[in-house]
């Protein structure tokens, strides 16, 4: 089994839970995430969510931000089969957080 970190991150002015695990290969990552569930709305009803992944050691990632002034999105570069593996565990972490933390689901 893996440990997990509760913790609390400011997210432009409102609290957000998150958790945080490490991601353990030939690689190793650490994952961040929360959120603090639906709130009826945009931005500005005060839904935030938060994500981070973090190289730590032997990752081959990039990550290039997209738009001219890089607010349109980013993109994730990974090298090799450990980084496919460990990525796959992340986004499934990352996944299980947000739905958990959302309350609710909408499709």
Request: aromatic content about 8%; charged content about 25%.
């Amino acid at each position: 089994m893996f440990a997990i970190t509760e913790g609390t991150r400011k997210i432009y002015g409102k609290d957000v839970t998150t958790f945080t695990r490490e991601i353990i290969s030939a690689n190793l990552l650490e994952v961040e995430a929360g959120t603090n569930g639906y709130h009826g709305g945009d931005a500005g009803h005060g839904s935030r969510t938060y994500i981070r992944i973090k190289n730590n050691g032997n990752t081959f990632i990039r990550v290039n931000p997209l738009g001219r002034d890089n607010n349109e999105g980013v993109e994730l570069l990974l090298g090799g089969d450990c980084e496919l593996e460990t990525m796959i565990r992340a986004l499934k972490f990352i996944t299980k957080v947000l739905e958990d933390g959302a309350k609710e689901v909408y499709d």
